[in-house]
């Protein structure tokens, strides 16, 4: 199975502020997707990677406040814009299409809380 | 867009018993898996099983893809079995993207 890493593990940020999130994965995938889980809650899609192109994002989400970028295929970034306490939540990346397997394996996830 | 319904949203064993987790979809699928979320969050790929059975030692899982759902077979419970149970589905003709359901809470007791 591909091995997914995100960073930071964890942080805790000032109302206003900006974090970028990273996710590297080991191999190259097709797809890899960036996801909000917050407490308590399932996971929602915030947006489709594309390499070397705009995210595809999903309704509710906009590129203003949560910019990604794709320059290759084994690397994204996530960055949630001037934050409220509401972004608290952990946000994962995930990545698709291993060597042709239909499976989707996702990072170990980045906690966010906001002051 | 595609639906997914988990039941039940709790379930609370005693260690060593069985249990059937279910997922209900409301259209047809590519692409069907379920997934543990352990305490410290992290998401394991337990199945990929849009249609028919598999089995991965005290795990099963079973899609009847015609009818629209799945069940995942917990066997001899362990502690370490804890945890969120999601079932997330690609819809057919859809863009790669799969929707979680709720989830079920597994709470295993010693």
């Known amino acids: 199975s591909a091995v997914i890493s995100q960073k930071p593990s964890r942080d805790i940020c000032q109302r206003g502020t900006s974090l970028t999130i990273q996710c590297q994965v080991d191999?190259?995938?097709?797809?890899m997707f960036w996801y909000r889980q917050q407490p308590g809650q399932s996971l929602t899609l915030i947006a489709t990677?594309?390499?070397?192109?705009?995210?595809?994002?999903e309704s509710g989400f906009v590129i203003d406040k949560f910019p990604i970028s794709r320059p290759n295929l084994t690397f994204s970034t996530l960055t949630v814009s001037n934050m409220s306490p509401e972004d608290s939540s952990i946000y994962l990346c995930?990545?698709?299409?291993?060597?042709?397997?239909?499976?989707?394996?996702f990072g170990p996830g980045t906690r966010l809380l906001v002051l | 867009g595609i639906q997914v319904e988990q039941s039940p949203p709790d379930l609370i064993l005693q260690e060593g018993a069985n249990s059937t987790l279910r997922c209900n979809f409301s259209?047809?699928?590519?692409?069907l898996q379920w997934f543990h979320q352990n305490p410290w969050g992290q998401l394991i790929n337990l199945f990929y099983?849009?249609?028919g059975t598999k089995q991965n030692g005290r795990l099963s899982a079973t899609t009847v893809a015609t009818e629209r759902y799945s069940l995942l077979y917990i066997s001899s419970s362990q502690t370490t079995d804890s945890g969120v149970y999601f079932c997330?589905?690609?819809?057919?003709?859809?863009?790669?993207?799969?929707?979680f359901g709720k989830g079920t809470k597994l709470t295993v007791n010693p």
């Open positions: 259209d047809s699928v590519n692409n």
């Open positions: 191999s190259q995938v097709t797809m």
């Open positions: 099983i849009p249609s």
């Open positions: 990677a594309n390499q070397g192109s705009e995210a595809t994002y």
């Open positions: 997330a589905v690609e819809a057919q003709g859809g863009s790669e993207k799969l929707v």
């Open positions: 995930s990545g698709y299409r291993f060597k042709g397997v239909e499976t989707q394996y």
